[in-house]
């Protein structure tokens, strides 16, 4: 399942993704928002999005914002999330090769349409590659984030 979110910088990006991930027949729950809001709050929707997607190792999130700097920081701040904010396909593919990320955020301000369905494409399209090295360096992580 994907879970999808966005501000008002991402919500016109969100709704044009949302209709291609339907369409390639993906189960999508969005949570919003419904209608474009201006003044709406990034971290409630980076937050839910996050929390649902931690419920189940199978669900991954896709948050959009301006930036994709804002939403990152928060869906990172709940423990079994690594989010990464990728403006390009090359990190999208790292990010879930080497780090086995679970939450996708594109920057709508500086991705186009087409950039963006190759940065999703991609990181839809890859695996967690296993190897020692990329499982020791995630238990780390989640060392870091039961001490923190």
């Known amino acids: ?28 729950v969005d949570i919003g928002p419904e ?8 971290p409630i929707i980076a937050a839910e999005v996050a929390k649902r997607v931690r419920r189940t190792s199978e669900s991954r999130g896709i948050l959009i914002c301006g930036s994709g700097v804002g939403m990152s920081l928060v869906a990172n701040k709940f423990s079994g999330i690594r989010a990464v904010n990728a403006w390009h396909p090359k990190i999208a593919f790292r990010a879930r090769q080497e780090e086995d990320v679970n939450i ?28 020692p090295r990329y499982r020791r360096r995630l238990g780390e992580i989640a060392r870091i984030e039961h001490h923190a």
């Open 1 to 28: 399942m994907l879970v999808l979110g966005a501000d008002h910088g991402g919500y016109a990006l969100k709704e044009y993704v949302k209709r291609g991930l339907l369409s390639q027949g993906l189960a999508v």
């Open 35 to 42: 209608r474009f809001t201006k003044d709406d709050d990034y």
């Open 104 to 131: 996708l955020v594109l920057p709508a301000n500086f991705v186009t349409r087409a950039v963006a369905e190759k940065i999703l494409a991609t990181w839809l399209g890859t695996s967690f590659k296993r190897i």
